[in-house]
C-alpha cells in the first residue's frame, strides 16, 4: 500500500516545501520505493511509493494529466485489460495502474470510478476549478482521510498524520467508541470528532469551502442468476473464484497466503496453486503462514493445514500463538491512533515478522469475507423470507419443515423469526442485557445504533430479503476493513479474495437456496470444490470459539486494569459503570455465561483512552448528546448529494 498526502489552501496561501519536510519522517517507512512531491500554488501534495506489481515500477507519481489534474493513487486494478481497451491503450506493457485511472478520470471524469474495479483510494487536484475530489473503491480496502476547516484541507492514506504534531488535537468521537462494543464502528467514522473517513464507494468533493459527497456506486438488486442444474451453478462459482484469486496473484514478488486450516484459507491456497500448474496465474511463487496453539484445547488446526500442506508438496511457516497476550499494555509508550492499533512486542509477531523477510514477500492473501459471502451462517432466515415476499407459499411450507428437522426446531418458530426480521428495529434491545450490563444508560441511549451494530430489518421492496442481508453483511466487513491498521513492520500488502467486486455481484445474485441448504452450510463452495480442496476440510465442522485463551487474557487484563487502583477513563466519560465492569468480570472468571469478547473489547477501550490522555492530556468528546442524531442527519444529506458547509460539520 503506496502513501499519499496533501493540503490545500482555501485563503489563496501559497504551498512551501516546508509544508511536506514536517510530514516526511512520518510517511516515508509507508513507502521505501521512492517519493514524489509537488507544490504548486496553494496545494502541497507528496507520495511515496511501495511497489507489489510489475508494471508499479514505471510510474511516477504524483501524476499530472494532460488537463493539469495532479492524481495520486494508492491500489491495484484487477480489471485492467478492460480499461486497456475501452481506453485504446497503445503500449499495455506500460500501462501502470495509476497511467489508466489518469487516463479513465480524463476520458469520463467522476464517472469513471464506477468503472474501476480493484482495491484502490485516489485523490486529485484540479487547479482550474481549484477543488480536490477523494474517493475509494466499492468495497473499502485502503485508507483515505480529511480534516476540513475553513482555511485548508488536509488529506492522508494515514490517519497518524492527521493527528500527530504539527497538527491540533482533537475531541474524540462517541459513536465510534460505542460501535465496539458491537463489532464495528460505521466506516465514514475516525475516533476523531473532526477527522473523517472516505466511504466505499464513495467520492468526496471540496471546492470553495464547501464538500459534495456522492455514492457513484452500488450493487443490483435486480441481477439473478438463474441456471438449470446445481452443476452449472458449481462450474460458474469455480470460474468466478478463480478469476479473484487470479487478479490478488499479480505480484512482482512472492506472495504469502494465511492457511488456517478452515476452509476459506484452504480453498485459496488450492485455488491459487491450481491457477500456478496450469500456467493460468502470473509466475509467482505461494508460501502460507499457519499459526498453532498447542495449550488450547479447542484449537487444533493441524490436521486441516497438514492436509492441504501435503496435497500442494511444500510446508509452510508455522508460528506458535497464545503465550502471550497481544493486547496493548497500559505501560506502552507508543502512540494508539486508534484502539487495539498496536499491541506489545511479542514472539509471534516477531516470528511473522522474519517470515516476511525470509521469503521476500509483499503481498499477504487473507479469507477475511469467506463465511459471510459464502453462506458460512447456516440460517434459513433470508432464504425463507424471499419465499414469504414472493408468495411462494407452498415452497415455503417446504423449506420450513425441511430447515426445521435439520435444526430440530418446531417450524411456527423458525416462520416467527423469519417475520420478525421485518419488524422495526425499535422493538429489539441494542444488545442481550447481559452484553450491556456495564455500560451506563445514558451512553446506551446516545448511541443506541451503534452499539446494536446499525441494524437493517427486511423491508418490502424490488430487492430480496436476501439481497438485502447480503448488502447489510457487507456493510459490517466495510466496517471492519475500515478499522484494519496498515503494518510497517513488517510492511505487506493485504489482499482479500472474498471481498473482490465481481465474486461479490455473482454471489449476490445466486439464489439463497444453492448457498445454504438444510444441514448444509456452504453448500455451492462445498460441491464446487469438491477435488481441488482436501476432503477433511471441506467436510469439516465449524471452527470451534476458542475460550482458554480469550479467558486468561480476560483474567490478566483485569488484573491489569481494576485491581491497579486507577479510576477508570471510560467511567469518568460515562461509557461503562465501574461496579457492573467489575461484576461482569467476576461472573465470567467464575464460569457463568458472560460477553468474554466484549469484556476484552472494554478493556482494550480502557487501554487506549489511557494511551491518548497521556499523549494528548484530558480527554472530552465532541458531543454529549444527539450524536447519533447529528450523524443521521449527515447520512441524509449524502445520500442526496447535497453540499454540506464544513464549519457546519467540522467545528473543534
Excluded at 4 to 20: H, I, M, S, V, Y
Excluded at 124 to 143: E, F, M, N, Y
Excluded at 542 to 563: F, G, N, P, T
Excluded at 599 to 612: A, D, K, Q, S, Y
Aim: aromatic share 10%.
Amino acid at each position: 500500500m503506496s502513501a499519499q498526502f496533501g493540503k490545500f489552501n482555501f485563503d489563496g496561501k501559497p504551498a512551501t516545501p516546508e509544508d511536506l519536510r514536517e510530514v516526511r519522517p512520518a510517511l516515508a517507512p509507508y513507502g521505501p520505493d521512492g517519493e514524489g512531491q509537488i507544490c504548486q500554488g496553494s496545494v502541497a501534495i507528496l507520495y511515496r511509493a511501495f511497489h507489489t506489481t510489475n508494471e508499479a515500477v514505471n510510474e511516477v507519481q504524483p501524476l499530472t494529466l494532460p488537463a493539469g489534474t495532479i492524481l495520486t493513487f494508492d491500489g491495484r486494478l484487477d480489471n485492467r485489460q478492460e480499461l486497456i481497451e475501452l481506453l485504446h491503450w497503445r503500449n499495455p506493457a506500460l500501462a501502470a495502474d495509476s497511467y489508466l485511472v489518469g487516463a479513465a478520470y480524463d476520458a469520463w471524469g467522476t464517472a469513471c470510478f464506477s468503472r474501476l474495479i480493484g482495491d484502490w483510494a485516489l485523490s486529485l487536484w484540479d487547479p482550474a476549478t481549484q477543488s480536490v475530489v477523494l474517493a475509494k473503491d466499492a468495497i473499502g480496502c485502503r485508507h483515505l482521510y480529511y480534516v476540513l476547516s475553513r482555511d485548508e484541507i488536509i488529506w492522508s492514506s494515514t490517519l497518524d498524520l492527521l493527528v500527530r504534531p504539527p497538527y491540533r488535537r482533537f475531541a474524540l468521537n462517541e459513536e465510534y467508541v460505542a460501535g465496539w462494543f458491537s463489532f464495528f464502528p460505521a466506516a465514514h467514522l475516525t475516533p476523531y470528532a473532526d477527522i473523517h473517513a472516505v466511504e466505499p464507494s464513495t467520492w468526496v468533493r471540496i471546492q470553495n469551502g464547501r464538500r459534495v459527497i456522492c455514492k457513484y456506486w452500488t450493487f443490483d438488486p435486480r441481477k439473478r442468476l438463474k441456471r438449470m442444474s446445481d452443476g452449472e451453478y458449481e462450474e460458474a462459482f469455480r470460474a468466478a473464484f478463480a478469476q479473484t484469486v487470479r487478479r490478488r496473484l499479480r505480484s512482482s514478488f512472492p506472495v504469502l497466503a494465511e492457511l488456517s486450516g478452515g476452509m476459506d484459507s484452504s480453498s485459496i491456497v488450492c485455488v491459487a496453486d491450481l491457477l500456478l500448474d496450469e500456467n493460468h496465474a502470473e509466475n509467482v511463487r505461494l508460501d502460507t503462514v499457519s499459526y498453532f496453539n498447542d495449550t488450547e484445547p479447542n484449537w487444533n488446526e493441524r490436521p486441516y493445514v497438514t492436509a492441504v500442506e501435503q496435497k500442494r508438496g511444500r510446508t509452510g511457516c508455522h508460528i506458535e500463538v497464545g503465550k502471550e497476550s497481544r493486547l496493548a499494555s497500559i505501560s506502552d509508550e507508543s502512540l494508539a491512533i486508534t484502539p487495539f492499533s498496536i499491541s506489545s512486542p511479542s514472539a509471534t509477531g516477531n516470528a511473522f515478522a522474519e517470515c516476511v523477510a525470509q521469503n521476500s514477500n509483499r503481498v499477504l492473501l487473507s479469507g477475511i469475507g469467506g463465511d459471510e459471502v459464502c453462506g458460512g451462517v447456516p440460517t434459513p432466515v433470508p432464504e425463507l423470507a424471499d419465499l414469504l415476499v414472493g408468495g411462494n407459499l407452498s415452497q415455503l411450507a417446504r423449506q420450513l419443515m425441511q430447515w426445521a428437522l435439520a435444526r430440530r426446531q418446531p417450524w411456527p418458530y423458525l416462520l416467527a423469526e423469519t417475520m420478525r426480521a421485518f419488524l422495526p428495529v425499535v422493538f429489539s434491545d441494542p444488545l442481550p442485557k447481559s452484553s450491556q450490563a456495564w455500560l451506563t444508560a445514558d451512553f446506551v441511549r446516545r448511541n443506541r445504533e451503534a452499539i446494536q451494530g446499525y441494524p437493517v430489518r427486511f423491508r418490502f421492496s424490488r430487492a430480496l430479503p436476501s439481497f438485502q442481508a447480503n448488502v447489510s453483511t457487507l456493510n459490517l466487513l466495510q466496517r471492519q476493513m475500515a478499522c484494519v491498521s496498515v503494518s510497517i513492520s513488517p510492511l505487506y500488502e493485504k489482499r482479500y479474495p472474498y471481498l473482490d467486486r465481481d465474486l461479490l455481484e455473482f454471489m449476490y445474485s445466486v439464489p439463497r437456496e444453492q448457498l445454504v441448504r438444510p444441514g448444509q452450510r456452504r453448500s455451492l463452495m462445498r460441491r464446487a470444490l469438491i477435488g481441488i480442496v482436501p476432503e477433511t476440510v471441506l467436510n469439516r465442522r465449524r471452527k470451534a470459539y476458542v475460550v482458554r485463551s480469550a479467558m486468561a487474557s480476560l483474567s490478566r487484563r483485569s488484573l491489569e486494569i481494576l485491581d491497579h487502583g486507577d479510576p477508570l477513563i471510560s467511567a469518568t466519560l460515562g461509557i461503562v459503570d465501574s461496579v457492573a465492569l467489575r461484576r461482569s468480570v467476576r461472573a465470567a472468571l467464575n464460569g457463568q455465561e458472560a460477553p468474554v469478547v466484549t469484556l476484552l473489547r472494554t478493556f482494550g477501550i480502557e487501554v487506549w483512552l489511557r494511551n491518548i490522555e497521556r499523549s494528548f492530556g484530558r480527554i472530552e468528546f465532541a458531543t454529549r448528546a444527539g450524536n447519533s442524531s447529528a450523524t443521521g442527519n449527515l447520512s441524509a444529506e449524502k445520500s442526496k448529494g447535497k453540499e454540506v458547509k464544513p464549519n457546519a460539520l467540522c467545528e473543534t
